[in-house]
């Protein structure tokens, strides 16, 4: 039988493969049954700050005036504690020991100590009066807290003794702030004025402002500091190079009433929440990712310090949804895959398939001439 010669060519082009990592998907995110808080439905959830170890977490319930503290094993909630009126937003400082309370309505911050959940309150300049405790966020090293007043600036606080050591005037209606990780500069959402301004936090500065389409809302930075996400309310996301304070286009996103902004703990993912869903951002690409489905209103993500749990306030329906995170899972096993050859798949497909045939055929070739010779020099 003849043996049948199959160009070289062929045979490379048939089966060369390459390797092919399948990426792996987003963060696995586990929503849990809405927990409702307050005296009604409309009791209003926004602020949640969760202490140091992840054992407690508080929220703000701008209509009930009161910050409610929750075990977050179990969902209960297990002290209520009087604030300001219009509490918003709260933040906790990094040893455990205190939490600050901007309140909207009174213009006030209140100061929790958390052993025993005592308060005192700091009234804010008033030249403006409504003064409008609208935000509050500690700068990185804890010595300082700023307080977003839209209808003025930054009022910025010695966190030491609570004495007002600067005010700063940004653009028109600023609505959130906050600091690269270095501590060495700030930014701040302005809505009205569709931009954000560059604060340097040591001198307390103005250094710069840059653009951000639509209604400016919420901004973080990653946590190294690489890169910034600014939310526009009416649904994209802004990313900006920190290095040089360059925004780039503008992530249109399915959803709307875009709020906070929230980097994950290692800095893969960025999670914004709007009315009922939150959008998810891979940050590496800025694609992106499945949003995921919580309540009405939702206006803030926050995350225990290991990034495994948290919660997202429902301001329209009166709760918040908690949420376990997990790593990513592992990327499956390398795929083999036709290498691009100029051929279509299924052209390769039945060459390999011809190929192998082939090969088969001039084996038996072989085997059969082989036993020929025997059987002559027997």
Not at 137 to 142: E, F, M, N, Q, V
Not at 185 to 210: E, L, N
Not at 304 to 333: C, E, K, Q
Request: charged share 10%; aromatic share 6%.
């Amino acid at each position: 039988m003849k043996i049948v010669a199959v160009p070289l060519a062929i045979i490379g082009a048939a089966l060369s493969v390459t390797l092919t990592a399948v990426p792996a998907s987003a963060a696995v995110i586990s929503p849990g049954t809405p927990i409702p808080l307050g005296s009604s439905s409309n009791s209003q959830p926004v602020g949640i700050a969760f202490n140091p170890a992840g054992t407690r977490a508080y929220v703000t319930l701008t209509s009930d005036n009161v910050v409610d503290e929750i075990d977050p094993t179990t969902g209960a909630v297990v002290a209520t504690i009087p604030v300001g009126s219009g509490p918003l937003s709260i933040v906790i400082l990094p040893d455990g020991t205190k939490a600050y309370v901007s309140s909207y309505n009174d213009g006030a911050v209140t100061v929790i100590d958390l052993s025993d959940n005592s308060t005192t309150t700091i009234f804010l300049p008033a030249p403006g009066f409504p003064a409008n405790g609208f935000f509050v966020a500690l700068t990185p090293d804890a010595g300082e807290f700023w307080v977003v007043d839209p209808t003025r600036g930054i009022d910025a606080y010695r966190v030491s003794d609570n004495a007002l050591v600067a005010t700063i005037p940004v653009g028109a209606g600023p609505v959130a702030v906050a600091f690269d990780p270095t501590g060495t500069k700030a930014y701040v959402a302005d809505y009205a004025s569709a931009d954000a301004t560059i604060i340097d936090v040591a001198t307390h500065s103005v250094t710069g402002t840059f653009p951000v389409p639509g209604v400016p809302y919420g901004v973080a930075f990653s946590p190294d500091g690489a890169k910034a996400y600014v939310s526009d309310n009416g649904g994209t996301i802004t990313p900006v190079d920190v290095a040089t304070d360059t925004p780039g286009p503008a992530i249109p996103t399915t959803g709307f009433g875009l709020e906070s902004v929230t980097f994950s703990p290692d800095g893969t993912r960025a999670y914004v929440p709007g009315d009922g869903a939150m959008q998810v951002v891979d940050v590496s690409s800025d694609a992106l990712l499945t949003p995921i489905p919580v309540g009405a209103g939702a206006r803030l993500l926050a995350m225990t310090a290991t990034g495994t749990f948290g919660y997202v306030s429902n301001t329209v329906d009166g709760t918040i949804t908690p949420l376990s995170f997990a790593p990513d899972p592992p990327a499956p096993a390398p795929a083999a895959t036709l290498a691009a050859t100029g051929a279509s798949t299924a052209e390769l497909v039945t060459m390999a398939s011809l190929v192998v045939g082939l090969l088969g055929a001039g084996v038996l070739a072989v085997m059969a001439s082989s036993r020929h010779r025997r059987r002559g020099l027997a």
